[in-house]
């Protein structure tokens, strides 16, 4: 039976005095059996409806704020990546021309300044002043140490360092 015809077989019985209090309570209570929410559950309801609302917009307001914090990270950190790549010391080629590598210490890289402390690196001054030319041995000043070297001729032999011509002697 349909809860309304209940509720109108409950109204219209004739000639009987209807109480209305006992007619809510069939009513409430074939509502409950229904499991039909009551008016003051509904308002429950909503209250609790609004409660959630207030909840999701506070909780959406923090990850809105997250986001910004997160945002406003990632600006930081991209400045201070800037500012690093700033500060480091911007490094000289290697003096090897053909080297793609960046010089380390002095003017050349770990490879090619190992080479040329061992005396084994020809087109450069050696540590001590020492120049090789094919079999020979030449020594110029040592203040020269690293710089480019070039030697020309065969009976006259032409040293220029640095482009520049200096003094020199045969060693061997
Ligand atoms: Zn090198």
């Known amino acids: 039976m349909a809860l309304s015809d ?11 005095r209807v109480v209305d209090a006992p007619v809510r309570s069939l009513v409430d209570q074939a509502l409950e059996t229904r499991e039909v929410p009551s ?3 509904i308002s429950r ?3 609790q409806l609004d ?7 506070a ?3 923090r990850v809105d704020g997250l986001a910004e914090l997160v945002s406003t990270l990632e600006q930081e950190n991209r400045d201070l990546r800037a500012e690093v790549a700033r500060a480091h010391v911007p490094t000289e080629p290697c003096a090897v021309e053909a080297c793609t590598s960046a010089a380390s210490d002095g003017a050349f890289c770990s490879v090619h300044e190992a080479a040329w402390r061992g005396g084994e690196l020809d087109g450069h001054v050696g540590p001590d002043g020492h120049v090789r030319h094919g079999d020979a041995l030449l020594r110029v000043q040592t203040a020269l140490a690293g710089q480019p070297v070039v030697v020309t001729g065969k009976k006259r032999l032409t040293v220029k360092v640095a482009g520049k011509r200096v003094s020199f002697r045969a060693v061997t």
């Open 59 to 61: 909780l959406s307001a």
């Open 39 to 41: 008016a003051a559950e």
């Open 6 to 16: 209940l509720v109108a077989r409950l109204l219209s019985r004739p000639a009987r």
């Open 45 to 47: 309801l909503r209250a």
């Open 51 to 57: 409660d959630r609302t207030r909840d999701l917009d």
